[in-house]
């Protein structure tokens, strides 16, 4: 039997959502630092505006929907989907009323592709917009790498349920440490770590290939926060090709891997278990999906015949491959040529690449290297129950931090979780395709959004439909929380009309 939810389960969700409205508000005072050191005055008040309406309607809704009970287990889940559409929506404000949007869809549509760290953008004529919007579009990206409600995580005084509930609901269920708090804080350290040397290394690869110190100073930190946090925003339209630097590319190549892999792997490295490295199962499984990936990938540009030398090659499809496997969306090419580069071949290998995605708990897209490594494990798993006699005992372990036994449990999540993916991809390919895309094409964009990788066919974005942006926009959201709490919420919504 469904239960109806009660009025005070929903004063508590919208509570907490309208907490992090607050702080969505709060963030937007950063970019409007940057616009006032930089004498932007109307960017400034365009911050100015979006986080006071934030703000306010934050504290309106703590005001009238306060109820002094603490969130529950089912409370935490329905904040994580409820408020990432409003960071979305609020967030989206000073981005319209910078003047670079065709109307407030787009905006939004920015918006959710920053926060979900997907890259995909409607924006118009990026080149001249201002250094406080660049950097909100950015800073949106680092905000949803390390997961919207690990402010909540880090700030809000809850118990342990409601806790463990908002890490479920955002993708982040894997305990780095015995307390979940402890986790998000060691997240936030760690990017921040990162944050300061990644900067420091692209301000000196930028000021070696010509650029000004002082315009330096603002690309560096904007494309890590793109490069680390695997979204594939660039403070130009041209994206990676605008820098025409091996440098460059060599410097952004290792933070699109760093911000792949799971950032339980950090924390075992640094507490000195090196073995890890080597014994990690998932790891050994992106590390071999790469390879396979870029051999056929190689093969079809070689064939293409597109580049006449092997460096080329490497620059141009091992970068791009990487790009695309760890979600980032960074290209050394320029979108529309594609196609003509990699082949039919290549381009289904990309595909695949860009619908597996890289590993789990980390700020890239996709199903994840993880569950391909345990759907691969149950197949040979039930090989050898088939060979062996009945009376044999077949188990399946595997190394992920630890040593784990493979369950039925671990296995049907896994397949659910792909499965979901897979349907994402199919049905943002048959809408995209009913309206007149090429099949091909449309397949890769419907990728590109599911698994928040932010990659470009040839179907024209700004042109798009309303209905086609919508489509992009809940495939963006769906994917980044990887289904779980938007199937809770769904559930939820069906309580509340047929519950008793």
């Known amino acids: 039997m469904l239960f109806r939810p009660r009025l005070i389960d929903l004063k508590i969700i919208g509570f907490y959502t309208g907490k992090l409205v607050?702080?969505?508000?709060?963030?937007?005072?950063?970019?409007?630092?940057?616009?006032?050191?930089?004498?932007?005055?109307?960017p400034v008040l365009d911050f100015l505006i979006g986080a006071s309406i934030a703000i306010a309607a934050g504290h309106l809704s703590s005001i009238w929907l306060r109820t002094g009970k603490e969130m529950g287990w089912i409370?935490?889940?329905?904040?994580?989907?409820?408020?990432?559409?409003?960071?979305?929506?609020?967030?989206?404000?000073?981005?319209?009323?910078?003047?670079?949007?065709?109307?407030?869809?787009?905006?939004?549509?920015?918006?959710?592709?920053?926060?979900?760290?997907?890259?995909?953008?409607?924006?118009?004529?990026?080149d001249h917009l201002s250094y406080g919007h660049n950097f909100w579009r950015h800073l949106t990206i680092f905000i949803g790498?390390?997961?919207?409600?690990?402010?909540?995580?880090?700030?809000?005084?809850?118990?342990?349920?409601?806790?463990?509930?908002?890490?479920?609901?955002?993708?982040?269920?894997?305990?780095?440490?015995?307390?979940?708090?402890?986790?998000?804080?060691?997240?936030?350290?760690?990017?921040?770590?990162?944050?300061?040397?990644?900067?420091?290394?692209?301000?000196?690869?930028?000021?070696?290939?010509g650029i000004s110190p002082l315009r330096a100073l603002f690309h560096a930190p904007n494309v890590f926060m793109a490069a680390f946090d695997t979204g594939g925003f660039t403070p130009q339209s041209q994206s990676i090709v605008y820098y025409h630097s091996p440098l460059f590319e060599f410097l952004t190549l290792p933070l699109m891997l760093a911000g792949a892999i799971n950032f339980g792997l950090y924390y075992a490295l640094f507490?000195?278990?090196?073995?890890e490295l080597f014994k990690n199962s998932e790891l050994k499984t992106m590390t071999a999906t790469i390879f396979v990936s870029f051999t056929i990938t190689a093969a079809a540009i070689a064939a293409a015949g597109v580049?006449?030398?092997?460096?080329?090659?490497?620059?141009?499809?091992?970068?791009?491959?990487?790009?695309?496997?760890?979600?980032?969306?960074?290209?050394?090419v320029y979108s529309f040529h594609i196609p003509d580069i990699?082949?039919?071949?290549?381009?289904?290998?990309?595909?695949?690449?860009?619908?597996?995605?890289?590993?789990?708990?980390?700020t890239?897209?996709?199903?994840?290297?993880?569950?391909?490594?345990?759907?691969?494990?149950?197949?040979?798993?039930?090989?050898?129950?088939?060979?062996?006699?009945?009376?044999?005992?077949?188990?399946?372990?595997?190394?992920?931090?630890?040593?784990?036994?493979?369950?039925?449990?671990?296995?049907?999540?896994?397949?659910?979780?792909?499965?979901?993916?897979?349907?994402?991809y199919l049905a943002g390919a048959v809408i995209a395709a009913s309206m007149g895309y090429s099949l091909v094409d449309a397949l890769f964009q419907s990728v590109s959004a599911g698994g928040n990788i932010g990659l470009s066919?040839?179907?024209?974005?700004?042109?798009?439909?309303?209905?086609?942006?919508?489509?992009?926009?809940?495939?963006?959201?769906?994917?980044?929380?990887?289904?779980?709490?938007?199937?809770?919420?769904?559930?939820?919504?069906?309580?509340a009309v047929r519950g008793k």
């Open 307 to 332: 580049f006449g030398d092997t460096a080329s090659l490497f620059r141009r499809g091992f970068y791009q491959l990487i790009s695309a496997y760890t979600s980032t969306g960074f290209t050394t």
């Open 342 to 362: 990699w082949g039919a071949l290549g381009l289904l290998t990309i595909m695949v690449t860009m619908g597996l995605g890289a590993s789990i708990g980390s």
């Open 271 to 275: 507490s000195g278990n090196r073995r």
């Open 457 to 495: 066919s040839r179907i024209p974005l700004l042109d798009i439909p309303s209905a086609l942006k919508i489509t992009y926009i809940t495939q963006m959201w769906m994917g980044r929380l990887e289904f779980v709490s938007i199937l809770a919420l769904i559930g939820f919504a069906i309580s």
């Open 364 to 424: 890239a897209g996709g199903i994840k290297a993880y569950r391909l490594m345990i759907i691969l494990k149950a197949f040979v798993l039930e090989i050898r129950r088939v060979i062996l006699p009945p009376s044999a005992v077949t188990v399946a372990k595997y190394h992920h931090l630890k040593k784990n036994l493979l369950t039925e449990k671990l296995v049907l999540g896994a397949f659910l979780i792909g499965i979901a993916y897979i349907a994402s």
């Open 145 to 209: 790498g390390q997961g919207i409600v690990i402010v909540m995580l880090t700030l809000m005084a809850g118990g342990a349920s409601s806790v463990w509930a908002l890490s479920v609901g955002e993708a982040r269920e894997e305990k780095i440490l015995p307390n979940l708090i402890h986790t998000a804080r060691f997240i936030r350290r760690f990017s921040l770590i990162y944050f300061i040397a990644g900067t420091a290394a692209l301000w000196l690869g930028a000021v070696q290939i």
């Open 22 to 42: 607050i702080g969505v508000g709060f963030l937007m005072l950063i970019p409007m630092v940057v616009s006032l050191v930089n004498r932007e005055w109307g």
């Open 75 to 126: 409370h935490g889940i329905m904040v994580v989907p409820m408020a990432w559409l409003a960071a979305m929506f609020f967030g989206a404000v000073p981005h319209y009323l910078g003047g670079h949007f065709a109307s407030f869809l787009d905006a939004m549509f920015d918006t959710m592709s920053g926060f979900t760290t997907t890259g995909l953008t409607l924006i118009r004529d990026l």
